[in-house]
């Protein structure tokens, strides 16, 4: 049974900074992708980056890019994102997701494309 957990979000000001982890249990597979999504409140799940389990290929979506990483420990079996420069607008609840998949570049941050899900973390920007 795949388990994933989140942890590390919180409250922080603008401008500030957390990283947010994701722990993967009996998740055995060396492939397919893992990703963060969030969903800000009264809004759909959005893609937020994403990361191919085999290649260690990234994607980020336009909002994120230059402030958020996305990385990977195989040995921990644990994926984070490193959030950085954090606005009010990334206000949300963060949920991690894996699917053992080979998905096409546009699916990568498709929430619709990912099986497995964490409980999420929320994270709350001020200004």
């Known amino acids: 049974q795949v388990q994933l957990v989140e942890s590390g979000g919180g409250s922080v000001q603008a401008g500030g900074s957390l990283r947010l982890s994701c722990s993967a249990s009996g998740y055995t597979y060396r492939r397919g992708f893992m990703g963060w999504f969030r969903q800000p409140p009264g809004k759909e799940r959005e893609g937020v980056a994403a990361i191919d389990l085999g290649g260690g290929n990234t994607y980020y979506a336009d909002s994120v890019k230059d402030r958020f990483t996305i990385s990977r420990d195989n040995a921990k079996n644990t994926v984070y994102l490193q959030m950085n420069g954090l606005k009010p607008e990334d206000t949300a609840m963060y949920s991690c997701?894996?699917?053992?998949?080979?998905?096409?570049?546009?699916?990568?941050?498709?929430?619709?494309?990912?099986?497995?899900w964490g409980q999420g973390t929320q994270v709350t920007v001020s200004s």
């Open positions: 997701a894996a699917d053992p998949g080979f998905f096409r570049v546009g699916d990568t941050l498709n929430p619709h494309a990912y099986q497995y």
